[in-house]
């Protein structure tokens, strides 16, 4: 079965920087777009980034543009999500999405692990 597991989470302060990764098994991690997704306390589910099945194209959100890179390894089935310039704003459960094409297209996966905690703060 899809399982998404992702890992890196932590407590950072503003500025500095952490580095997620979600490990893939269940399905050809290759052929499809994954999305990194986050959650704060008291407040809906929020697109971060997604990245093309094979890693040619990358999507970010504005919040986050320019201070975070997704990523992916094809060969070991892992996403990542490099966080440069933490914000306190950026506190949240963090998730992988396992799209449903090679291509991204916004709200459309299928699958999503247990997320990992990310907190900002001095």
């Known amino acids: 079965q899809v399982q998404l597991v992702e890992s890196g989470g932590g407590l950072a302060q503003p500025g500095g920087s952490l580095r997620l990764s979600c490990a893939a098994s269940?399905?050809?991690?290759?052929?499809?777009?994954m999305t990194w997704a986050r959650q704060a306390p008291g407040t809906g589910p929020e697109w971060v980034s997604a990245?093309?099945?094979?890693?040619?194209?990358?999507y970010y959100a504005d919040s986050v543009k320019g201070r975070f890179t997704i990523s992916r390894d094809n060969a070991n089935d892992t996403l990542y999500l490099q966080m440069n310039s933490l914000k306190p704003e950026d506190t949240a459960v963090y998730y992988c999405?396992?799209?449903?094409?090679?291509?991204?297209?916004?709200?459309?996966?299928?699958?999503w692990g247990q997320g990992t905690q990310v907190t900002v703060s001095s």
């Open positions: 999405q396992k799209g449903l094409f090679g291509q991204w297209h916004q709200g459309k996966y299928d699958y």
């Open positions: 269940g399905f050809t991690f290759s052929a499809y777009a």
């Open positions: 990245i093309a099945n094979d890693g040619s194209d990358t």
